[in-house]
């Protein structure tokens, strides 16, 4: 029965769950010097990049409570309310990879599935063909929106998944300025939209982030060797 469930045995439960599914699990056996309130497992991992996770996961009894922080003659300790709370706000970024989740022996189900659904690789990912064409399109909606870009590009420090070094990070900074700047006052979604239909990020159904790191890298030695020729 759930209520008989320790937090040790649920704890134990999950960590051999996660690492039989290739996560990294990391636990502190001893906190006593640590900062306190901090989550009891840390677990990363995924099958592949549009699957990875951080998962920071408190474990408790049907009844526990979560800590509270509290004052000392220095400064406020953390409780685990505290870690609580900012780790969800971190998980309500759009597009974060973060999650907090306080699981309860009631909850272990919940989780297990939700770690074994990400530990699962993708059956099936987008032709080349359409990547190659949404890149097409990028590059020339960028030809008039930011003339002069593929001089800008720094292709040994392309990475579409890091949002400095990818496309749009490169040309105006961070990956969220740059959507900012092309699509102005558009919500959150409309501007992801139109980001997958100019081959600035893979789509929901398709996280081949290499292949379309390629396909851009392909395409900006192909324009400024046109260039080149053409000077």
Known sequence: MPDLVSEADLQQTIIEAARANG????????????????????????????????????????????????????????????????????????????????VRPSDLDEL????????????????????????????????????????????????????????LGQLYGTYEAGLEALWPGLTPDAQKALAEEHGFQPTDNDYNWHTLEQIWLAEIERRKAEHAKAA
């Open 23 to 102: 996560y990294l699990v990391y636990h502190s056996h001893s906190s006593r010097r640590s900062e306190p309130g901090f989550p009891d497992l840390c677990i990363a991992g995924g099958a592949d990049m549009g699957k990875a996770m951080v998962w920071f996961v408190e474990c408790k009894t049907e009844k526990g409570r979560l800590t509270k922080g509290r004052f000392t003659p220095t400064r406020r300790l953390p409780g685990q309310e505290d870690w609580a709370i900012a780790l969800d706000r971190i998980a309500l970024i759009p597009n974060s990879r973060v999650a907090y989740r306080l």
């Open 112 to 167: 297990l599935e939700e770690l074994a659904e990400h530990a699962k690789p993708k059956s099936k990912e987008e032709p080349m063909s359409n990547l190659t064409e949404t890149v097409a399109q990028g590059s020339k909606f960028l030809d008039i929106a930011r003339p002069g870009w593929r001089g800008i590009i720094s292709t040994k420090r392309l990475s579409m998944t890091q949002y400095r070094y990818c496309v």
